[in-house]
């Protein structure tokens, strides 16, 4: 396979794992730009048998991706990597998260940033230690934090916004 046809691949996975809110069009092989084309090529003799909510998600993966500059690409590859290394169950989670976040009100996605950007700037051993804490809590004392900071407008401690179980 060639590095196009496998970054294709890789994109096509990525995509799937996106969820969609409306089905676009389809998008016509012809429409897509030289770049575009050459990062899909692999795909151009299936192009037509694609669902069009994928042939959507793909363009814009590819016009995504020739928009990157060399240390972007790469980044990009090492998550794409990651993701495809994940159990499938751990990225079933993932998804779920993601589409829970997805129908979240803006400003609950704005804490949910918020409280992720400073679980970031957290040393590691600072971020273990947060989690650490949140692991040894039982299920109705992180129930309570969690409802506790929500009307305070912060997450629970060591997480970045998402419900634990």
Request: no cysteine; hydrophobic share 30%; charged share 30%.
């Given at each position: 396979m060639t590095r196009a046809g496998w970054l294709a691949l890789m994109l096509s996975g990525l995509m799937l794992a996106m969820t969609a809110s409306a089905e676009p069009p389809g998008v016509p092989w012809s429409k897509l730009s030289p770049e575009q084309q050459q990062v899909l090529s692999g795909l151009a003799g299936t192009w037509k048998s694609l669902p069009p909510e994928q042939q959507a998600r793909l363009a814009d993966g590819a016009r995504r991706w020739s928009a990157m500059d060399a240390g972007q690409r790469q980044r990009a590859q090492d998550r794409i990597r990651r993701w495809?290394?994940?159990?499938?169950?751990?990225?079933?989670?993932?998804?779920?998260?993601?589409?829970?976040?997805?129908q979240m009100p803006p400003e609950e996605k704005d804490r949910v940033r918020r409280n992720y950007q400073k679980f970031r700037e957290m040393t590691p051993e600072q971020r273990q230690k947060k989690r650490e804490q949140?692991?040894?809590?039982?299920?109705?004392?992180?129930?309570?934090?969690?409802?506790?900071?929500?009307?305070?407008?912060?997450?629970?401690?060591?997480?970045?916004g998402q419900a634990e179980n």
């Amino acid at each position: 396979m060639t590095r196009a046809g496998w970054l294709a691949l890789m994109l096509s996975g990525l995509m799937l794992a996106m969820t969609a809110s409306a089905e676009p069009p389809g998008v016509p092989w012809s429409k897509l730009s030289p770049e575009q084309q050459q990062v899909l090529s692999g795909l151009a003799g299936t192009w037509k048998s694609l669902p069009p909510e994928q042939q959507a998600r793909l363009a814009d993966g590819a016009r995504r991706w020739s928009a990157m500059d060399a240390g972007q690409r790469q980044r990009a590859q090492d998550r794409i990597r990651r993701w495809q290394q994940l159990p499938p169950d751990q990225r079933l989670r993932m998804r779920e998260q993601f589409q829970r976040f997805e129908q979240m009100p803006p400003e609950e996605k704005d804490r949910v940033r918020r409280n992720y950007q400073k679980f970031r700037e957290m040393t590691p051993e600072q971020r273990q230690k947060k989690r650490e804490q949140w692991e040894q809590m039982t299920p109705e004392q992180r129930k309570e934090i969690r409802e506790k900071q929500r009307k305070h407008g912060r997450g629970p401690p060591g997480q970045h916004g998402q419900a634990e179980n």
